[in-house]
T-cell receptor, first 111, second 115 residues
Framework: KQEVTQIPAALSVPEGENLVLNCSFTDSAIYNLQWFRQDPGKGLTSLLLIQSSQREQTSGRLNASLDKSSGRSTLYIAASQPGDSATYLCAGPGSARQLTFGSGTQLTVLP | ETGVTQSPTHLIKTRGQQVTLRCSSQSGHNTVSWYQQALGQGPQFIFQYYREEENGRGNFPPRFSGLQFPNYSSELNVNALELDDSALYLC??????????????FGPGTRLLVL
């Protein structure tokens, strides 16, 4: 059974700082991993999808990596902005055709 | 291109009542998944529908049921509501039968409060 863990649960940084969010998973047979953003009370927005054949994906200031052997993924945000404040969720495929999510990291970027 | 829409946006029910939540999938998507997200937690998979049939189910009791229609829109029904059913219910669509291989597109959710 796939289990996904995210650390830290909350993070507060000053504007302009580079930061890393961590995600770990238990099933190393994972064939992809996704990162989502969720604003308070809203739905999820897909940020990046990394296939198991890739080691990383980039979109603008975001870079996500996947290391299946260690069961870890990281989301790197460069030059953070107050608009980046949100909860970031990682998710991997589970056993019943679903996505299995971590509990998220709540990011606050202070102006 | 219209994204995933859900209705209603908010709902208040009392314990023991029944509720129906609705989801319209993104144009061209034939697979719909439902998730329950409690406050401060990640979404939990309820079930998935592909071409009008249930195509996978999470660890939720039978009082959680669903339907998918020929136009691929979907309903989530919850009977005998309990206080713990209070959550944000998210619908996600994808263009083909999901194994988590492709990006799922999420709707804004329905916030359910059970009193």
């Amino acid at each position: 059974k796939q289990e996904v863990t995210q650390i830290p649960a909350a993070l507060s940084v000053p504007e302009g700082e580079n930061l890393v969010l961590n995600c770990s998973f238990t099933d190393s047979a994972i064939y992809n991993l996704q990162w989502f953003r969720q604003d308070p009370g809203k739905g999820l927005t897909s940020l990046l999808l990394i296939q198991s054949s890739q080691r990383e994906q980039t979109s603008g200031r975001l870079n996500a990596s996947l290391d299946k052997s260690s069961g870890r993924s990281t989301l790197y945000i460069a030059a953070s902005q107050p608009g980046d404040s949100a909860t970031y969720l990682c998710a991997g495929p589970g056993s019943a055709r679903q996505l299995t999510f971590g509990s998220g990291t709540q990011l606050t970027v202070l102006p | 291109e219209t994204g995933v829409t859900q209705s209603p946006t908010h709902l208040i029910k009392t314990r023991g009542q029944q509720v129906t939540l609705r989801c319209s999938s993104q144009s061209g998507h034939n697979t719909v998944s439902w998730y329950q997200q409690a406050l401060g937690q990640g979404p939990q998979f309820i079930f998935q529908y592909y071409r009008e049939e249930e195509n996978g189910r999470g660890n939720f009791p039978p009082r959680f049921s669903g339907l998918q229609f020929p136009n691929y829109s979907s309903e989530l029904n919850v009977n005998a509501l309990e206080l713990d059913d209070s959550a944000l219910y998210l619908c996600a669509s994808s263009p083909r039968r999901g194994r988590g291989e492709e990006t799922q597109y999420f709707g804004p959710g329905t916030r359910l409060l059970v009193l």
